[in-house]
């Protein structure tokens, strides 16, 4: 006779990769304050990003080699901490300034999709993941990152205890864990408690951004923020009625990349730091980590081992900025 072997599905869990580009440009991640500086504001970013677009697709050609870089390009808005206007009247506002500057934008995401989209709790699944790299010296006093929502890339000031006159008996500084000569350290606050939920911050939204940008974010083994192509029709007039991740152009090149480049006004550069202090300490999916590194061997890409370093960033001074971001990115 003949021995039949059963096994659950769920004790061997598939995970499925997802096409990849050589990179992923983001042409811009603006804050409603921006929009609301109008048209002006936009047509100054464009003009500038459109300098540097051209220096990393030099770049990108000159990593690749005889190969024909695949590069696809994105932009992120900003409707998770405030809503403005409607996808009608802001997207193609939007693309036509893009338009104007000589630039295509590929893919367009909701910042609110990289909290929740397609009732996937995405923010909240990376937040499990997260691993705190314990400073030497700690005694496993302080809460976790779990329950605090605070991350840091170090030791932070020990309590201080105090004599009865008042004085300090001792002070240490805070101190960086992978320090050279000198620290510099970071604590992110990673989310807030409003009104009963949980509010999770730029920082940690962007580096949720940054893990779907390059093709490591699963959920049961399938890719979160999967694109949906734009059938061509009018935009709605309500936020939540957009696709998280909407493909424009239908002949673009992969929405996920072995790495990303990421243009953005010098405001938002101690947020993009924290981003890759997330990302050093997120523990991402092991197989879809082993199929990005297996399919880049076979097409000869280098690909950093830390996910942190295949994140690149260009910060332009920004002229048209009045004042600090409301938002903190």
């Known amino acids: 006779m003949t021995e039949a ?7 061997q869990p598939r995970t499925r990769s997802v096409q990849l580009s050589h990179l992923s440009l983001e042409l811009g991640h603006l804050y409603m304050e921006d929009f609301e500086a109008g048209p002006d504001r936009l047509r100054e970013h464009f003009a500038e990003v459109r300098v540097w677009v051209e220096a990393v697709r030099a770049s990108v050609a000159r990593r690749t080699g005889d190969k024909r870089p695949r590069i696809s390009t994105c932009f ?22 893009a338009e104007k500057a000589g630039l295509a934008i590929d893919y367009l995401a909701r910042e609110s999709g990289c909290a929740v989209a397609d009732r996937i709790e995405i923010a909240e699944s990376v937040a499990h993941r997260l691993v705190e790299s ?37 002070w240490q500084p805070p101190e960086e864990t992978a320090a050279r000569n000198h620290s510099v350290f970071m604590d992110v606050e990673l989310w807030s408690e409003r009104d009963g939920r949980r509010l999770w911050s730029c920082p940690f939204l962007a580096a949720v951004w940054q893990l779907a940008r390059l093709g490591l974010l699963r959920h049961l083994g399938e890719p979160v923020l999967v694109p949906r192509p734009w059938d061509g029709e ?6 939540d009625r957009l696709p998280p991740l909407l493909q424009l152009n239908p002949r673009a090149a992969a929405f996920s990349a072995y790495r990303t480049c990421t243009l953005l006004p010098n405001r938002f550069l101690a947020v993009e730091d924290a981003v ?54």
């Open 234 to 239: 009018e935009f709605p007039h309500d936020w």
């Open 76 to 97: 992120l808005i900003d409707d998770y901490f405030t809503r403005f206007s409607t996808p009608a009247e802001l997207v193609p506002l939007v693309l036509e300034e």
């Open 276 to 329: 890759r202090l997330i990302l050093d300490q997120t523990q991402v999916d092991a197989e879809a980590l082993r199929q990005v590194s297996e399919r880049s061997r076979g097409e000869k890409v280098e690909v950093p081992d830390a996910v942190a370093q295949r994140a690149m960033y260009i910060f332009y001074e920004d002229p048209a900025a009045a004042g600090p971001s409301s938002g903190g990115r």
């Open 134 to 170: 314990p400073p030497p010296g700690s005694n496993g006093s302080r809460p976790p990152v779990g329950q605090t929502g605070w991350l840091a890339n170090g030791r932070r000031t020990p309590t201080t205890e105090r004599a009865a006159l008042g004085e300090v008996r001792s």
């Open 5 to 11: 072997v059963f096994r659950e599905t769920t004790a």
